[in-house]
């Protein structure tokens, strides 16, 4: 696997780089396998910080067709996911759209959503569609880039959960400012990375998430490429961030406030002393546990702690709420996956959890409906 390489600022396009942090060996796919260990592959994560912009990237890249090799399914189960998509609906709903071109829109949830508020035409661009049941969307297979044509009408483009997902956002952004004529909606959800990172949720950054992309650098990169900021709108404290803006040509460019450097660069350096703290005091809690021990989340969450150093010896398995993953393997661990509902007759299991916004719900539902006994490392 030739890894793509990024030296330049994907804000400002500046090449003045310094190198923040490594981890050698990371699984390049989030998801869950059931093919043998040994063919899972792996790579250096090296987070960036830009003295100019201060915005903090991945310098080398994991080919697409590597990293987006299946769904796994990110977004599609769970109580607060559920939430978010019916707010999101709403949102989009503010905007009064009479047909949608959706980009990267996975499983077609939010249109399923939507359809308590209209019937309208909708179209998603997904690179591997797995539409759930009642969707009526218009799947087209694909990327947005530059080799993209589209000859249908529509007046809104929305995306959930994409942006920081791209590899480079300012020529994305240049490429929907040329694509959309002016007076067309851009509607779209991004996790609040800001709060993700000061609270050290794991799956903030990754392989997937390479861009630490915060409200200065969404809202400069709207003005640059002539976007204007109709509505701003939080989705909880700590998971998402709305946005609806229309493409003007009177929109002026904005600059970037020259604190982000020291900020950004002061926040990620916390980050990594907290996870080596938390590795640290992890193992030599259970070290002396006797008690069977579980981990949440059989994705970015549990790959993150594993490769920080968590030691995985006395680990049963890993525990998830998603169907889809269980009896699998966590791609690049060992770790087989089980539903949470294995700890129903299990004596005083532990459990550890670090799954960021996540832990209340997952904690909430196996305390009440799974074990009452259950004791959390968090």
């Keep these: 696997m030739i890894l793509l390489e990024r030296n330049l600022d994907v804000v400002t396009g500046d090449s003045v780089m310094e190198d923040l942090h490594t981890l050698q060996g990371f699984p390049v796919f989030m998801g869950c396998v059931e093919q043998s260990i040994d063919q899972d592959i792996t790579a250096e994560l090296t987070w960036q910080i830009s003295r100019s912009s201060g915005i903090i990237q991945l310098s080398k890249l994991i080919p697409l067709d590597i990293l987006y090799q299946a769904q796994h399914d990110a977004g ?6 559920e939430k978010h998509h019916k707010a999101f609906a709403n949102f989009v709903n503010k905007t009064l759209p009479s047909s949608v071109l959706e980009i990267g829109g996975a499983h077609g949830i939010l249109e399923r959503e939507y359809q308590g508020f209209d019937n309208i035409k909708w179209v998603i661009l997904e690179p591997n569609p797995s539409p759930v049941v009642g969707c009526k969307a218009q799947f087209i297979k694909g990327f947005f880039d530059e080799n993209f044509k589209y000859s249908d009408d529509f007046d809104t483009i929305v995306h959930s959960h994409v942006f920081e997902h791209i590899y480079n ?21 991004l996790p609040n990375m800001q709060v993700m990172l000061e609270r050290k949720y794991t799956n903030c950054i990754n392989f997937e998430h390479t861009v630490f992309l915060t409200e200065p650098y969404v809202e400069f990169l709207l003005a640059k490429h002539g976007f204007k900021l109709i509505a701003k709108e939080y989705f909880m404290e700590d998971h998402s961030i709305f946005y609806s803006a229309v493409r003007d040509i009177e929109v002026m460019p904005s600059s970037l406030p020259d604190y982000l450097y020291e900020r950004n660069k002061k926040l990620y350096i916390d980050y990594v002393s907290y996870h080596n703290f ?5 193992n030599e809690k259970m070290s002396s546990l006797v008690q069977p021990i579980y981990l949440f989340g059989a994705h970015v969450f549990a790959q993150y702690l594993i490769e920080m150093g968590l030691n995985t010896d006395k680990i049963v398995c890993l525990l998830d709420n998603d169907p889809q993953k269980h009896g699998k393997r966590l791609y690049g661990t060992h770790l087989k996956v089980a539903s949470p509902k294995v700890l129903q007759d299990v004596s005083s299991p532990m459990v550890i959890l670090k799954a960021g916004v996540y832990n209340k719900e997952i904690k909430k539902d196996i305390l009440e409906n799974i074990n009452g006994y259950v004791t959390f490392l968090e």
Excluded at 278 to 282: A, C, G, R, S
């Design 76 to 81: 599609a189960v769970g109580k607060i996911w």
């Design 169 to 189: 956002p300012d020529t994305f952004m240049k490429q929907l400012s040329s694509f959309m004529a002016p007076g067309k909606k851009l509607v779209f959800s």
């Design 278 to 282: 938390l590795i640290n005091d992890l």
